[in-house]
């Protein structure tokens, strides 16, 4: 508990006004400058009974002051091991202290039972529970289709009309089909559910064009592997493991590239890779792994994924803070990605 108590303390001290106020918590908006920068945490695997997760906090705290986001998003494996409601609290204490609004999705590890440990592990509707709690919480889940933390929020231009589309999506766990091992797939609900959603935000925002939008969810598509494999794809960033995809393919890539709106995908799950790649004219994106320590990782050192938008630009950048203060694999999409003939 010594080692908590020191650790909070250093939170505290470090802790700063956010650049979001509780206000723009309920109503996500551009800044005065026009800009609206998002800070993706993927893999975090925090473990209240490892020393390094304590050490993973603190980066994280840093990247957050150095970085100043407006908005946070965990893209799942965000805890392990028990007692995973202290777990989640005190990851999202983390936030919660610098008083910034958060997207939070689950991966296959933050709902899963220890092997090693008889405790009760905590229901993806229990941890979404705990999520829903912080006011500072921007997650939604639609009813009725599998999975908890699939939604949406808009950002909204200086006069208050919608200009982008924030999705997320629970991507499941373990392959749940007799004859299919691996990981689980997103399922046909949740992709006939994105598709109406598009649709309808369309009719109601979209003039020739939708709203440009962004996907956030934890195991990648099966497009990832199909992207990296094409030798002409300009790939920014490192790939250091095959991505670990669900055999199955659901079509939610495809109902990306019918509907029109959504230009990238961020995703988590393979701490070896944290590349951006163009596929078909969607951006496949993993983010930097967050974890330091608390699990397998070759990218040293750990980072987060950094995603800048601009007011009237349907464009943006991106690039990875690393927890030493170094930017690195900095890009613009969609120019940085498109091949050179």
Known sequence: MKMKQI???????????SAATAQQAKSLKFNDKGKFKILQLADIHYNPNYQ????????????LLMEKPDLV?????????????EGYHEVLDV??????PFLCVFGNHDDEKSLTSDQQILTRAQLFEIVQSYPQNMTTTAKGIHGYGNGYITINNRQGKPERILYTFDSNAYSQLDGVKG???IRADQVQWYRETSASLKTQYGDSLPLPALAFFHIPLPEYNQAAAEETA???GSRLEKACAPPINSGLFTAFREMGDVQATFVGHDHDCDYAVMWYGIMLAYGRSSGNGTTYGNLKPNGCRIIELTEGDRNFRTW???RDGRVIDELQYPDDLIKKN
């Open 73 to 85: 998003v965990f893209t799942g494996d965000n805890v392990t091991g028990n007692p995973r409601d």
């Open 52 to 63: 390094t997760s304590i050490n993973t906090m603190l980066g994280i705290d840093s990247m």
């Open 7 to 17: 650790y909070f303390a250093v939170i505290i001290l470090l802790s700063c006004a």
């Open 183 to 185: 990981y689980d797939h």
């Open 234 to 236: 300009p790939l920014r």
């Open 95 to 100: 936030i919660k202290k610098r008083n910034i």
């Open 320 to 322: 990875h803070r690393l």
